[in-house]
């Protein structure tokens, strides 16, 4: 139930901590709404930053192999922040060189700045 914290503090550091913890309650309930509002304005450019680098990834696919594993990737990419060699070894069922090769394809960040144990994210 509390999924929606990391969110509002996202809202709430855009909202002076004066207006927050003002002594007159209407202050503190406009300033929450605020909370509300900038929380779902971040949300909403995370989403599009989402759906742009989906797109961008899928161009990727064209051309390819219906086979493929690589549009697997990029839904597994999506759904977590950051991803490691051994995760999509497991999540895709490829071999270490594979997961190594399909990373590669999609052109990811490398997140961890380091040559070995390295993992993968979204910009």
Do not use: Y
């Not at 060699?85 to 052109?107: F, H, R, Y």
């Amino acid at each position: 139930a509390a999924h929606h914290l990391a969110c509002l503090h996202l809202g709430a550091k855009n909202i002076p901590r004066e207006r927050r913890r003002a002594r007159n309650r209407s202050d503190r309930l406009l300033a929450s709404l605020d909370v509300i509002h900038e929380a779902a304005l971040v949300g909403l450019k995370e989403h599009d930053r989402l759906v742009m680098a989906k797109s961008q990834m899928e161009r990727r696919l064209k051309q390819r192999r219906t086979s493929s594993k690589l549009a697997d990737l990029v839904e597994f990419v999506l759904s977590r922040p950051i991803v490691s060699t051994g995760m999509i070894q497991e999540e895709l069922k490829v071999s270490k060189q594979g997961a190594l090769n399909l990373v590669g394809e999609l052109s990811l960040r490398e997140m961890t700045g380091r040559g070995r144990f390295r993992a993968w994210g979204i910009v």
